[in-house]
């Protein structure tokens, strides 16, 4: 059969069909890589050079790099910070995906009422500003206030309570909860939406066969939406490396107590912007970036070529 | 069916309980800045009565802060961008998944580049171009970077919308001899209009809510958008109870307002095919 649309490309001469090719195409294309693809290579293009105190730039190499990765004043922060980041991201891969998991088997149990309110307001904080939520929490958990301290002697537990915030044990894994309570509502949704997806055949199967919502959860369900799985842990990893709002708002971009909350997004704010401590070095800055881009690639690798590759043959 | 009742009445009580854990500090924060501030310190549980209803903080964030400002400055940023987000994704997906022509599968990899790699990695370069330019400490540069920001995750939803629609409505157009450019204009374009929830959930919330670019660039208080504003007011007033959980409530009110009212769409929209 004779496509209509390939009838019309065809009888179109080149010339109006590159015209209109630019005018559908052109302003993304254009917007896109002016504003998104040519910053990315041009700061890894200045990580290769440095300025004097004239403001004249000067072409290094490597020399940045090896300054960051390798002279201590430089590289205690930076494997500091890159330490951390990975301690908040472990948290929200132990915490928020489990629960994210966990919510969305019981809202796609069948015939469960009240659906849709559950979802609407566990997504809600999603939806609100990080900075938002920062000082929110910050509010609710400070000594001064008493809320949290209250709350938890209201259920008998008023001896666990401390300033979590300001305690450099305790204040990475505080904003990292605090992260997680904000956006458990994304795996939710994103797992939801696939199990959703899944064939009632294969449930109604198991059902014949004996077995009970939660094994029908864990044994047939479960390995279905692993792919989903796999995608909200990159989604994770990436906005885990280039997080910075929270910390910021909540603990401004000294990210203390003594850096125990430093992420690689303060610490790359700070070396490109300066602060307190250092004047802003916007070379070295592009070299920070550039470090996280290879980072962030480095995952998205990993997954696009082990992880999903992996999965797709149980997808259906 | 004893056991089976049990069950079920456990699955709400941890629903309700989670759901409790999600609204109940935002309740909290927006009951308080209702109150006077002995009643936000001395009873910060309870809600306000006629005792207790103070808008002391509000007033004071009006007259301390450019709040309209900063809120006029966000509506307009965040507006424009989604209107030409929408415009320009809409046509580049209409053009990427309707004509294939030689590289149009590269261009849609080299599109798609920016769902996965965060633009704010390019802000030292971003920053240079902007002020060469005189864009920097305006809107029309945040503006840019947001659409830059925004497109690759809507040409992706957006895609996957061109593509559900059925190929008799385009073909029966062209048997017409309706014009390319006015078979998306009048044909594709109203039809994409479902697919807006969702491209608003992924690339406008992120463009309202976001600190970061305001952060690097706009220096002035007048370019300020309203979570920089708040953010930079709060540092400020930080002792200052009744304005800090006024202007956080602020912030607050107008995106639940939108959210409860759009829910139903913007949630039909993620659990729709557009994310797999």
């Known amino acids: ?316 | 069916m004893l056991k089976q009742r049990a069950q079920i009445a456990g699955v709400h009580v941890i629903l309700l309980a989670y759901s409790l854990l999600a609204v109940g500090p935002i309740l909290l924060v927006v009951m308080n800045s209702f109150k006077s501030r002995n009643a936000i310190f001395g009873s910060p549980l309870s809600p306000p009565t006629g005792d207790t209803f103070s808008l002391i903080g509000y007033m004071k964030v009006f007259h301390a802060s450019l709040i309209g400002t900063y809120f006029a400055n966000s509506l307009i940023v965040t507006l424009v961008s989604m209107g030409l987000v929408l415009l320009f994704g809409a046509m580049a997906a209409w053009a990427l998944t309707e004509y294939k022509f030689r590289g149009s599968a590269a261009l849609a990899i080299f599109l798609s580049i920016g769902i996965m790699v965060p633009i704010r990695l390019g802000s030292v370069a971003i920053l240079k171009m902007l002020k060469t330019v005189g864009l920097n400490d305006t809107l029309t540069g945040l503006i840019l970077v947001y659409i830059a920001q925004g497109l690759p995750m809507s040409i992706f939803i957006l895609s996957e919308f061109v593509q559900q629609i059925p190929r008799d409505l385009r073909d029966a157009a062209r048997c017409d001899g309706v014009p390319e450019t006015r078979i998306f204009f009048e044909v594709i374009a109203p039809l994409l209009r479902p697919a807006i929830a969702t491209v608003a959930v992924f690339t406008i919330v992120p463009i309202w809510n976001d600190l970061w670019f305001p952060l690097i660039l706009t220096s002035s208080d007048s370019t300020h958008t309203i979570t920089l504003g708040v953010q930079q007011f709060l540092g400020q007033y930080i002792t200052d109870w009744n304005s800090v959980l006024a202007a956080l409530s602020m912030a607050i009110l107008p995106v639940v307002a939108i959210y409860i009212i759009f829910s139903r769409q913007l949630i039909a929209g993620l659990t729709s095919g557009a994310v797999k």
């Not at chain 1, 990975?86 to 009240?114: E, R, T």
């Open chain 1, 1 to 316: 059969m004779a496509e209509p649309l390939s009838q019309v490309v065809a009888s179109m001469p080149r010339g109006r069909f590159v015209a209109l090719m630019t005018l559908f195409l052109g302003p993304a294309v254009v917007v896109y890589t002016l504003f998104s693809i040519w910053p990315l290579i041009a700061t890894m293009g200045l990580s290769t050079y440095t300025t004097d105190n004239a403001g004249a730039y000067r072409f290094v190499g490597l020399a940045n790099f090896v300054t960051l990765l390798a002279d201590s004043v430089w590289s205690k922060p930076f494997w500091n910070a890159a330490w951390n980041n990975l301690i908040f991201f472990c948290v929200h891969m132990l915490v928020q995906n489990p629960i994210g998991i966990v919510l969305a088997g019981l809202l796609s149990l069948p015939g469960l009422k009240l659906k849709s309110f559950y979802r609407t307001v566990i997504f809600l904080p999603t939806m609100l500003s990080v900075v938002i939520v920062g000082f929110s929490w910050n509010l609710i958990l400070s000594p001064l206030w008493g809320v949290a301290e209250g709350a938890l002697k209201a259920v008998g537990l008023g001896s666990w309570f401390a300033p979590w915030l300001g305690l450099p044990s305790t204040a990475l894994v505080t904003l990292a909860l605090m992260s997680v309570w904000q956006f458990v509502g994304i795996p939710m949704m994103l797992i939801y939406a696939s199990l959703l997806n899944i064939p009632d055949e294969l449930v109604d199967a198991a059902r014949v066969d004996g077995l009970g919502h939660f094994r029908i959860f864990l044994h047939i369900k479960l390995p279905l939406v692993l792919p989903t799985i796999g995608l909200v842990s990159i989604l994770t990893f990436v906005g885990n490396f280039n997080a910075f709002d929270l910390i910021y708002s909540v603990k401004g971009a000294l990210a203390g107590p003594n850096f125990a909350s430093d992420i690689l997004g303060t610490f790359f704010y700070r070396t490109f912007f300066g602060n307190q401590l250092q004047l802003g070095n916007p070379t070295m800055g592009a070299a920070v970036a550039t470090v996280m881009f290879f980072i962030i690639l480095v995952g998205v690798c990993l997954y696009l070529f082990i992880v999903q590759r992996r999965l797709r043959r149980y997808a259906f």
